[in-house]
């Protein structure tokens, strides 16, 4: 099992504290992710994983920062909170309304978004796949989509068609992008009679439930990249169903994950880390 050298206990000192809050958040891999790109580059720090509910976020950081904390990844239900109560943004963030980063600022915290930059970075330079032109289908409708969705316009995908259990979520995410051209919504009950796609996105937190997506093989074909932002258990279903309807390529969000981390990590410390070796080793993990 991976363990990073922790670069916490074992020190006198008093080290800045980084975290990440969610709810839930114990199953994270963001502490490990960070204490290895911090030992790569022989920066001392404390990173930990805070579980805070819905509501309680605003709370939970000026704990944190009284702790010495000066750092945060933000993650599942939290991603709106983190924006609101941030007092200054990214250009990135601003566009989102959505933040999975914090840097406190001396006074306030500083809000960016690094989801989409991870998943472009893990699908084109990682995995090597092109996503100009393709069609794609975005499933779900809350902060992940929110996320990704203009990286993916960025990149070059031809259209987004956004599905979601409630549709009117699905609009009002259409809606906000405001690019009725590239951008639609269809519903989710109803994706029988919607064709193929070449790619499709699952950004729903169905996996992390136990909940499976009733999802048509009709939407995939030969060429069909299928993408699930969660990993681990929670993509499980959805990779399944991928290899099963004969996508060309069923990734999870493993390696999204960690190319946001050294996004944020960046931002933190000023240098980038090599990600490739701390996501080798975490497929490996998974794999025993």
């Not at 800045?16 to 920066?43: E, T």
């Not at 990704?148 to 009117?168: C, E, H, Y």
Request: aromatic fraction near 8%.
């Amino acid at each position: 099992m991976f363990e990073a050298p922790k670069l916490v206990d074992d020190l006198n000192v008093s080290l800045a504290r980084y975290a990440v809050f969610g709810h839930p958040v114990a199953h994270s891999k963001s502490p490990l992710i960070h204490r290895a790109f911090a030992h790569q580059l022989g920066i001392a720090l404390r990173y930990d994983a805070i579980d805070a509910a819905p509501g309680t976020l605003a709370a939970a950081l000026s704990r944190f920062v009284g702790e010495g904390g000066v750092g945060a990844s933000v993650t599942l239900p939290l991603k709106a909170e983190a924006f609101a109560l941030a007092k200054a943004c990214s250009a990135r963030a601003k566009r989102l309304g959505v933040a999975n980063t914090l840097a406190w600022h001396g006074d306030h915290w500083f809000a960016d978004n690094t989801d989409g930059e991870g998943l472009i970075r893990d699908i084109g330079e990682r995995h090597r796949i092109d996503l100009r032109g393709r069609r794609v289908l975005l499933v779900g409708a809350g902060g992940a989509a929110q996320g990704v969705l203009p990286a993916l316009l960025d990149a070059g995908v031809s259209k987004v068609t956004i599905s979601n259990r409630d549709p009117q979520r699905a609009d009002q995410l259409c809606d906000w992008i405001g690019d009725p051209a590239r951008v639609q919504t269809w519903y989710l009950d109803d994706l029988r009679r919607a064709g193929d796609f070449d790619a499709v996105f699952n950004a729903t937190s169905a996996g992390q439930y136990g909940q499976a997506l009733d999802l048509p093989f009709t939407i995939a074909n030969p060429r069909t990249l299928a993408y699930d932002l969660s990993y681990g258990k929670a993509a499980t279903s959805f990779l399944a169903w991928a290899r099963a309807a004969g996508c060309a390529y069923a990734l999870d969000g493993l390696g999204m994950l960690v190319e946001q981390a050294a996004a944020a990590f960046e931002l933190w410390h000023g240098d980038r880390p090599d990600t490739e070796p701390v996501y080798r080793q975490l497929q490996r993990d998974a794999a025993a």
